[in-house]
């Protein structure tokens, strides 16, 4: 592990007009193991349709590198499976490298809805040290409130794991904001992180939705591309800095564009604070 990054606490950023030290911390990062992980990148621009942008590589290694570049001290990964069988060796992937990061990343495990034993899926991610779970209804291709589904939000509810949710798409009727409102309602101790500002190509939609629900945070990932400063304002003034975290959704976004694009919202240094690092250190139990 690069001694630089392990020893960066902070990021010098410019807020308002004046150079101070503030930590970053990434909430929506995809990795994949080294031999296949071009691959899925590959897979995932393929099913956006190519996404408009020059992509990483996906490995830890360029997460790692790429994150010490643009200032980002820690980081949330994730990956998906595609099928019930991929479950555990992704959580197990996941797990080892959470463990070799020396203290840079927490993890999130998958979990699939057709799965068998869907409480033992969640037992073995407890017992690997993965912090909670990460979905993709679209691409896993079920409802999220899908009977099976609503029975992984179930158990996350009971144990208090949050579980990150993609939320969202146009083109598709799996995660749209009328559904991920019955799961809300549904399951109101859930810690239901909307990724993609609560949804994704239907960001105006999902605000007028799902903002009133206080069991909901959301992530920035893979949305400044198409939002203007002004929409962004907007959704952060909607849900409320509070409830807003910072995520890039690597490996499919330059890191510090994300970063500067927050940064052109001329927001209090108490709200920057809340989505940099604070939001996710406070529901992660990150120290």
Not at 100 to 105: D, I, M, T, W, Y
């Amino acid at each position: 592990m690069n001694g630089q990054l392990r020893s960066r606490k902070a990021s010098q950023i410019s807020l308002k007009g004046k150079i101070q030290m503030i930590r970053i911390i990434d909430s929506h990062c995809h990795i994949y193991p080294d031999g296949i992980a071009l691959k899925a990148v590959n897979a995932v621009d393929h099913f956006y349709d190519k996404l408009p942008t020059c992509h990483y590589d996906g490995t830890v290694a360029t997460l790692l590198s790429s994150g010490k570049e643009a200032g980002i001290s820690h980081f949330i990964v994730h990956s998906v499976a595609t099928s019930p069988q991929q479950v555990s060796r992704i959580n197990q992937f996941l797990a080892r490298s959470v463990a070799e990061s020396e203290g840079h990343f927490t993890g999130l495990g998958t979990m699939h809805p057709e799965s068998e034993d869907l409480k033992g899926d969640l037992r073995e991610i407890m017992a690997l040290g993965l912090k909670g779970i990460k979905i993709h209804p679209d691409i896993q291709k079920f409802p999220v409130d899908s009977p099976s589904a609503m029975r992984i939000f179930e158990l996350c509810e009971d144990q208090g794991l949050p579980i990150c949710v993609h939320t969202g798409d146009y083109r598709y009727d799996y995660s749209n904001p009328s559904r991920v409102e019955r799961v809300l309602k549904a399951f109101p101790r859930l810690k239901f992180i909307g990724a993609h500002f609560g949804g994704w190509s239907v960001w105006k939609e999902a605000l007028n939705k799902l903002s009133d629900y206080p069991n909901l945070t959301v992530d920035t990932s893979s949305s400044f591309f198409w939002l203007t400063l002004d929409q962004t304002r907007e959704l952060v003034k909607g849900y409320g800095p509070e409830r807003v975290m910072f995520g890039t959704d690597y490996p499919f976004w330059p890191q510090k564009q994300d970063i500067d694009h927050l940064l052109k919202l001329d927001l209090s240094d108490e709200d920057y604070e809340e989505i940099f690092w604070k939001n996710v250190t406070d529901l992660f139990h990150i120290s």
